[in-house]
């Protein structure tokens, strides 16, 4: 499984979670399965996704993609985002 966490702010979080939500059938179509969304306690607007991916080649054809980065200025993202694609090495319990 590999994971992408994506960190950037928004100038609008409704806008950009309706475009989000919008974008979910496309994100499972190209091999998502499924996202936590986070976001700062101190700040509404600094999130946090990390979306699970079968596998690195489906995460990065997607991220890298010119229509999301399309998207991601009508949603409002401000600057260039924070992107690191992950693989999980161990699971704890505690």
Same mark, same amino acid.
């Given at each position: 499984?590999?994971?992408?966490?994506?960190?950037?702010?928004?100038?609008?979080?409704?806008? %950009?979670?309706?475009?989000?939500? /919008?974008? &979910?059938?496309?994100?499972?179509?190209? &091999?998502?399965? &499924?996202?936590?969304?986070?976001?700062?306690?101190?700040?509404?607007?600094?999130?946090?996704?990390? =979306?699970? %991916?079968? *596998?690195? *080649?489906?995460?990065?054809?997607?991220?890298?993609?010119? *229509?999301?980065?399309?998207?991601?200025?009508?949603? =409002?993202?401000? &600057?260039?985002?924070?992107?690191?694609?992950? /693989?999980?090495?161990?699971?704890?319990?505690?």
């Amino acid at each position: 499984m590999t994971y992408v966490l994506v960190i950037h702010r928004v100038e609008d979080y409704a806008k %950009w979670k309706s475009l989000y939500d /919008e974008d &979910g059938a496309i994100r499972k179509a190209k &091999g998502s399965k &499924g996202a936590k969304l986070l976001r700062n306690t101190n700040d509404p607007n600094h999130l946090v996704v990390m =979306t699970e %991916w079968d *596998d690195l *080649d489906s995460a990065k054809n997607f991220v890298e993609s010119e *229509d999301l980065s399309k998207t991601m200025q009508e949603a =409002t993202v401000v &600057g260039k985002p924070a992107v690191f694609y992950l /693989e999980e090495i161990e699971k704890t319990e505690y």
